[in-house]
C-alpha cells in the first residue's frame, strides 16, 4: 500500500546505498579489499570442483551418453539427467575437505582483527581443547550448503546444455554418429545457463550459507572468549531461528544472490569457454 515497504526492498535500497557510501568514501578499488586471501582459498578449490567434476562426468560416462543423445536428437527425460547432480556433490564434498581450514582461517581473521601471532596461537588453543578435527568446524554446514547448491547448479546446468546441443543438431542427419563434432556452446548462452543454475541454487541454498556463516563466527567468539560453543549445527539453527525468527535464514539474500548468480555464470562460461579450445587443439572431442 502507499507510504510502505517491502522488506526485501528496504534491504536491497540499504545495500545499494551502502555499497555507494564505499565507493564514495574509500574509492571503487576498496570493493576488492581482502582480494589476496579470498583467492588464496577460492583458486585450489575451484582447481579442484571443476576438474574433478568434469573428469568424473567422463568417467561414469554421461559425457558419452551426452553427446549420444545429442546426435540422437532426444529430448525425453531419463536417469542421465541426474547424474551431473550427484557428480557435482561428489566434487563439491571433495573440494570443501581440501579447503575447509583455510576458509576457517579466512573467518576468524574477518571476524576479529587478529596478528598472525595471535591466529597461530587461537589455532593452537582450538586443537588442544577440541583435536584437529577443530580445523574442519563448520565443514558441516558448509556441506549443507555447497553440496546441495552444486547438485541443483550442475542438475539446472546440463539439462539446458543438453537441450542446447539437441536443438542444435535436430534435423540434422549423420550416418556415422561417433565421427560428429557437436556444435560448440557459445560463451552468451554457457553465461545465460550458468547464471540460470546459480540463480536456482542460491534461492533454495540461502539459508544453509547464514547458518554456516553463523557456526564459523561462533566457534571464533567461543575461542576468544574462552567459552564452549554448542558443536551441533541443528541446536546452532535453533538458537538462530529463537533469537532472531525465520527472517534470520534470509540475512544477506540480495548480495550473495548477485554474488552466486555472477560467479556461477561467469565461471562456467569461462570453464566450457576453455575446455573447448583446449580440447580442439589437442584434437579431442568436446563435452
Same mark, same amino acid.
Given at each position: 500500500k502507499p507510504g510502505s515497504l517491502s522488506a526485501e526492498y528496504v534491504y536491497a535500497l540499504f545495500f545499494f546505498t551502502l555499497l555507494c557510501k564505499i565507493v564514495r568514501n574509500e574509492g571503487?578499488?576498496? @570493493?576488492?579489499?581482502? #582480494?589476496?586471501? +579470498? @583467492?588464496?582459498?577460492? #583458486?585450489?578449490? +575451484?582447481?579442484?570442483?571443476?576438474t574433478l567434476n568434469d573428469w568424473l562426468k567422463e568417467i561414469v560416462g554421461y559425457t558419452h551418453a551426452q553427446r549420444s543423445r545429442a546426435v540422437g536428437t532426444h529430448l525425453d527425460l531419463s536417469a542421465t539427467d541426474w547424474i551431473p547432480?550427484?557428480?557435482?556433490?561428489?566434487?563439491?564434498?571433495?573440494?570443501?575437505?581440501?579447503?575447509?581450514?583455510?576458509?576457517?582461517?579466512r573467518t576468524k581473521m574477518q571476524s576479529y582483527a587478529m596478528t598472525p601471532e595471535r591466529l597461530i596461537q587461537t589455532l593452537k588453543d582450538a586443537i588442544s581443547q577440541s583435536g584437529l578435527q577443530s580445523l574442519w568446524t563448520g565443514m558441516g554446514p558448509t556441506l549443507l550448503r555447497d553440496v546441495p547448491y552444486s547438485m541443483i547448479c550442475w542438475l539446472v546446468f546440463d539439462y539446458l546444455k543438453s537441450r542446447y546441443l539437441v536443438g542444435q543438431l535436430s534435423g540434422v542427419h549423420f550416418n556415422v554418429s561417433d565421427s560428429v563434432k557437436l556444435p560448440v556452446l557459445p560463451y552468451g548462452y554457457a553465461f545465460l545457463f550458468g547464471a540460470t543454475a546459480g540463480l536456482c541454487a542460491g534461492v533454495l541454498t540461502h539459508?544453509?550459507?547464514?547458518?554456516?556463516?553463523?557456526?564459523?563466527?561462533?566457534?571464533?567468539?567461543?575461542?576468544?572468549?574462552?567459552?564452549t560453543y554448542s558443536k551441533s549445527t541443528w541446536i546452532s539453527l535453533r538458537r538462530l531461528y529463537s533469537s532472531s525468527g525465520p527472517r534470520a535464514m534470509f540475512v544477506g539474500f540480495t548480495p550473495r544472490?548477485?554474488?552466486?548468480?555472477?560467479?556461477?555464470?561467469?565461471?562456467?562460461?569461462?570453464?566450457?569457454?576453455?575446455?573447448y579450445h583446449f580440447a580442439s587443439s589437442l584434437g579431442a572431442p568436446p563435452s
Open positions: 571503487i578499488w576498496s @570493493l576488492w579489499s581482502g #582480494l589476496s586471501p +579470498t @583467492l588464496v582459498m577460492a #583458486l585450489p578449490q +575451484t582447481v579442484i570442483y571443476y547432480g550427484l557428480v557435482g556433490g561428489v566434487s563439491r564434498v571433495c573440494a570443501v575437505a581440501v579447503i575447509s581450514p583455510l576458509e576457517l582461517l539459508p544453509f550459507d547464514v547458518i554456516k556463516t553463523h557456526r564459523q563466527v561462533e566457534l571464533g567468539e567461543a575461542l576468544v572468549h574462552d567459552r544472490l548477485m554474488k552466486t548468480t555472477c560467479a556461477s555464470a561467469i565461471m562456467i562460461a569461462t570453464f566450457e569457454t576453455s575446455k
